[in-house]
């Protein structure tokens, strides 16, 4: 019976984050679709200059 419990408990522990990380993604994707495309090309450049990567 020990056994039986600590499976299901580290097998929820594991379905947490998945679920978060996947419902995060779907969000990510949700929201930048509706953001304008110049938007989107303003934040990612200043990102990238922000961390040292060059856009041009």
């Keep these: ?16 984050p998945t679920v978060f990380a996947m419902m995060l993604g779907v969000a990510l994707i949700a929201l930048t679709g509706h953001v304008q495309a110049a938007a989107l ?13 060059p856009c041009h």
């Design 1 to 16: 019976m020990t056994t039986l419990t600590q499976s299901l408990s580290t097998t929820r522990t594991r379905l947490v």
């Design 41 to 53: 090309h303003d934040a990612a450049h200043d990102v990238r200059h922000a961390t040292g990567f």
